[in-house]
């Protein structure tokens, strides 16, 4: 490559021999930026410290291309190994402490290369030349939190520069740094920083909740929590709420589930979080069970839930009085797999099933309607169909009417809140990062909510009756939604008609729609003034039906009466501090209150200083102010103590058990129990015999025995262990199966003795895994012993006899 001399550095930035520096964090500095504006990267070589004082007395910048790279020993078995960058340069700046002037001088400096220089355009990617600054690291954290990718949080970092030249480091850099931040937070493991994360959330409101279960061997598998909003939310609008499970949104693909509800502007909100291990009617039950102790085990009116026969089964033990509805979309997904062939070659069959679901409110005309379907496409005899009408009083609309609902018929919140997850989500995320973005996704539902609060206050609702005395009675009362909502029931009076009543104590009357089929009964009692209609309108939804606002019209009753205006839809449905059972306050923000509180003090201490220059004590009175005001501002920064009297975690009183909560978090599990995840649907993770390599071409006879004999060790091992363990459950099942496994064994024989033989070898193989047993030997002489010695059939008695003396005898 020949020499090559750097000859387009200014003279003043050129390095020279007698040149001295006031430290040599300075003279790296000064050769880095030569390096720079010469086209070549530096780096450290060695160093020299005094022994007594530890300060360095020497030092020496090299080339990065000085020296070679040594021989790897891994090189023979490394397939495409990385290019060399070193050439044996010895360009380099020595520097030595100078003991009188304390300064550092260069006494060595060498400006040759052996190499090409890198051009002015390139020379930002040399190693020297790149850092993560503080500001970039600030940027680069904010971005990666607000669910950006690497290649977008560059990209908008080298914007905000003017290029990426200016930027000082490269896309691998702010993929080092990212990777190398993970590590940080998970040195301590994924329990520790777990624990970590929520005593941060506990320090800053302790009205969060969160709780873990353990398995036998101390490891997490299910983890539920909830902040203070969360609570606040769940008692205002309890009454309905949804829960699903969704995968491949975190790196273990545990299942997330989400409670949600809707809240008075029909806006979705968040209940609680919770990642399962698995999808189990035990880990079902603990999650309801910790999220109704959250909430103060207050149950909800109705959950709406798919058809997971797990989920179910939970909800029956945990809730049994909420009424529990099944998702008609995931019926519909189901019918799809079921009832496949009838899409395709029976076009009216969909209306005619989606008819059922949701159209007939009577229960008789439900039934003749689903007898009709069944003979109409002759599948009365299909199984799925026969199990799914046992559930109808979970989906029909004729039974669903008659519990409150909140007009949900679906899980569709809970596909909504997975499909934002997953725009934000990514499945490398590790735990605290998946709750870091967890909360992004329920802050913008929480936006979502503040903006559709505003839009009802700035916006006034359109009405399309302008006289209607009613509309103007809940134009200011209802929430936008609602009113759309009930401003289209007022709308469909007009088609109404009165075809029958019957006016006594309680006033009856038939309505129906012109020209259309259908009737619905409307009772009015004027003594009580109360009103009920048989579509349920008000029942499920929460506001009057058409049928009952016609009657009111014909009685001439303007206005609404206040008991059918449901709080829940009402513009201040939210309006009033949130309680629990134990009347504790919770607080949304606890930070909201830190700033409200000292923000009040600004005009007390305004006051103060206009009377000490008005008065001739006023120095005294100044410096009492002064005084104060540092007081409350040292108990603005120890915002807990001045909070803990106020926000108390819900169903605990914080104060009395600060002890042992402190004592909750300290105590670190083992770990967080791993799931096996199955990557590939079509492909299983392979067990330890299907793991070991095949014989290669030549291997010896010997070899391929040897390993032959290891695989039937291994896989008899197998078999007895499950055979022991079947034996010490102590239940019939497990006896039944030995049973069978005995006679499957002597099927070649004939008779019962040999049964007993083959059920005796057994127990003596089992015998032999566990030890030499005297118990289980003579427990299985006792159930053989007789049919063995007298060589006769291996009967009911024999067996009963036999075994409950071995029971007796274990």
Known sequence: MGIHVPSNVPMESTPFKGMEFEANEIAYGFYNEYGRKAGFSIRKEYVNKCKKTGVVTSRRFVCAKERVRGKDKRDQNVKNPRAETRCGCEACLVIVLNRDSKKYVVSEFIAEHNHYLHLPSTVHMMPSQRKVAATHAIEIDLAHESGLGLKQSYELLSKQVGGYDNLGFTKQDHKNYLRTKQERDMEHGAAASLGRYFSRQLKENPSYYFATQLDCEELITNIFWADARMIIDYSHFDD????????????????????????????????????????????????????????????PVTIFIDQDAAMSAAIKVVMPKTYHALCSWHMWQNAEKHLGHLLKTEPQFNADFLACIYEYDGEDEFLRVWNEMLDKYDIRENKWLIDLFKLKEKWAQAYVKRTFTAGMKTTQLSESFNADLKDCLRTDLNIVEFFTHFETVVNQKRDKELEAEYNSRQKFPRLTLKSSPMLNQVATVYTPKLFDFFQTEVEEVMALSILERNVSQTHSYVVGVFNQNGKYEVMWNPLDETLSCSCKKFESFGILCRHGLKVLDVLDIKLIPNRYIMKRWRRDAKHGSGKNCTTHNIKPDTRLEYVDRYRDLCPKYIQLVNEACETKEGHNILSLAIADLKKNLCDFRNCKANVEEDIIRPSTDFADQEDQLCASITIVPKGIKKREV?????????????????????????????????????????????????????????FTQLLMSASTSSAAHQGGSSASVALASHLKSTSSVVGSNDKINGAGGLLTQGSVASGGPLTQESITNGWNSMVHNL
């Open 240 to 299: 309905v709420i949804t829960f699903d499970t969704t995968y491949s949104i975190n790196r273990d693909a545990r299942p997330l589930g989400v409670f949600l509800g809707l809240n008075h502007h029909r806006e979705t909100i968040v209940f609680g979080g919770a990642l399962l291990y698995d999808e189990t009617i035990e880990s079902f039950v603990w999650l309801f069970e910790t999220f109704l102790e959250a909430m103060s085990e207050k149950k």
């Open 678 to 734: 199955y990557r590939n649907k079509k492909r299983r993770t392979k067990s330890w015999i299907e793991k070991m390599r095949k014989p290669k071409e030549g291997t010896s006879k010997k070899q391929t025995k040897k390993r032959k004999v290891q695989e039937e060790i291994y896989a008899h091992d197998i078999v007895a262990q499950k055979k022991t363990e079947d034996i010490s459950s102590g239940n019939i099942t497990s």
